[in-house]
């Protein structure tokens, strides 16, 4: 029998300062072996019976994204003016405007349907399970998009503490610890750090989030030799306008990384 959800919010609050090191250090079969303990099975987005977490039926309606038609820095869906704009490698309006701190930014899917569900469970359902078929989509967007770079490490958008205690644990750092792992490539916990709690950016447009972003994260001075020079990973579960992959991948270039690839599960 599932353990009920109030039990799981209790576990997360009382360990949250471990929770997501604990759950992602184990291996697969480890892992799989603990969710099913806590959950029932079946696809977590129809609840159809099986085995899997995401039924075949579900699955084939994950809306994947391609590089057509889409920014050549931060992925966006160009408009009719933009995708005029060069040939090659268009690029949007906001990049050409203001370059982000990144290099690039990809998405491997858009927010809706069964993505939008799997996101929600993870993020505030307490939904543990939810982050291996979510890391799984990380992982094929890295292969699709990313193949041909060499990074050297994984690292995770932050989560204020005040916030992380709250939810118990940072979902950004749960899928960047699996999809390091499915890299083979090494995780740097605690690398960026969120120093200041920001407002909600639910109905704030790009300028106001990016101007609600700016210095909100920064490298962790013991941590920050680890990013020198090096081509970083950066993951978070979704991307809106780009704003929080901006600050942090600012944060990383002060530390003096040399290559930002930003990755999230889906593109809102």
Excluded: W
């Amino acid at each position: 029998m599932a353990l009920t959800a109030p039990f799981l919010h209790l576990f997360s609050h009382l360990f949250s300062p471990y929770l997501s090191s604990f759950l992602s250090f184990l291996s697969p079969a480890l892992f799989r072996t603990l969710l099913q303990l806590l959950y029932p099975q079946g696809c977590a987005v129809c609840g159809a019976p099986g085995p899997e977490l995401l039924c075949a039926a579900c699955r084939a309606r994950i809306p994947v994204r391609t590089t057509e038609g889409c920014c050549a820095v931060c992925g966006k869906t160009l408009l009719t003016d933009e995708a005029a704009f060069g040939t090659a490698a268009p690029v949007c309006h906001a990049c050409r405007t203001r370059r982000p701190a990144f290099d690039l930014a990809r998405s491997a899917a858009a927010f809706q349907g069964p993505v939008r569900q799997l996101v929600h469970g993870l993020k505030y359902r307490h939904g543990f399970r939810l982050a291996e078929p979510l890391a799984e989509l990380l992982h094929g967007c890295f292969l699709a998009h990313f193949a041909a770079e060499r990074p050297d490490l994984v690292c995770a958008v932050p989560l204020h503490r005040a916030r992380r205690r709250r939810r118990g644990y940072n979902q950004s750092e749960l899928l960047a610890r699996l999809l390091a792992r499915r890299l083979a490539l090494p995780f740097a916990p605690g690398l960026l750090r969120r120093v200041r709690d920001t407002p909600t950016q639910t109905r704030m447009d790009a300028r106001q989030r990016r101007d609600n972003m700016a210095g909100a994260s920064r490298v962790s001075e013991e941590r920050a030799p680890a990013a020198y020079g090096k081509c970083v990973v950066l993951v978070d579960d979704v991307m809106t306008t780009g704003a929080t992959f901006g600050a942090a991948a600012a944060a990383l270039r002060e530390a003096g990384a040399g290559r930002v690839l930003c990755l999230s599960v889906a593109r809102d």
